[in-house]
């Protein structure tokens, strides 16, 4: 099982103080998986755990693994922040009483570069036969603000990705490696918006199939 040097996960750790953020999350699976998974960023159990992708929508991204015949101990699992990021809010209790709690919000760029270098580290020393983005957010992060999920979900993308080229860079630069990326909704989507869940689970049977063609050890699809 792969884990990322203690130095990068502290560096993360070092560089998102301050954001309203909680816990660190560590990317996990095998050196070499069948796929990639790059989610937006730890929810609520996952901040407590420290284990990527086990709330509700950890749920669902497990249904649609078992339909093409895979478990999580054969991907790669990690996200674009490592954090938690939340915001405080009120929430009514059973009994009329009105308690402040905290509740999962979308990362800020800020955050995002934040916690590039520790992505970064994963998508250099990684070799997954496919990386699945999940969601805009981790789509962008690999392709750019341009990419929309909604518009390139179940392709097959051969591209280079961003990467932070310097600690201090506020800015991404272009890997010269092209990477094969399929994009997908993420799993809570269909929370949300259950209209997408035929998109969703068409797209993970062409992700199977992609799979299927690549094969170990053959070069092209």
Known sequence: M???????????????????????VYGEGPQKPELMLIGEAPGEFEAVDGIPFIGRAGKELMKSLDSIGLTRED?????????????????RERDGTMTKRKYNRPPTRKEILAHAPV??????????????????????????KEA????????????????LPGLDSTSFEWTDRVYRIVPTFHPAAVFYRPSHRPDLDADWLAIGEMLKRIGDGESGI
Do not use: C, M
Request: net charge positive; proline share 6%.
């Open 148 to 163: 929309k999920v909604t518009e390139l979900h179940g392709q097959l993308l051969e591209k280079p990705v961003q990467f």
């Open 2 to 24: 792969f884990r990322i040097p203690e130095s990068i996960a502290e560096l993360g750790r070092e560089r998102i103080k301050g954001y309203p953020v909680e816990g660190f």
């Open 75 to 91: 991907v790669y699992i990690t996200s674009t922040v490592r954090s938690r990021p939340y915001k405080w809010g009120e929430k």
């Open 119 to 144: 992505l970064d580290y994963e998508l250099a020393n990684i070799e997954p036969k496919l990386i699945v983005a999940l969601g805009n957010f981790g789509l962008q992060r690999l392709l750019g």
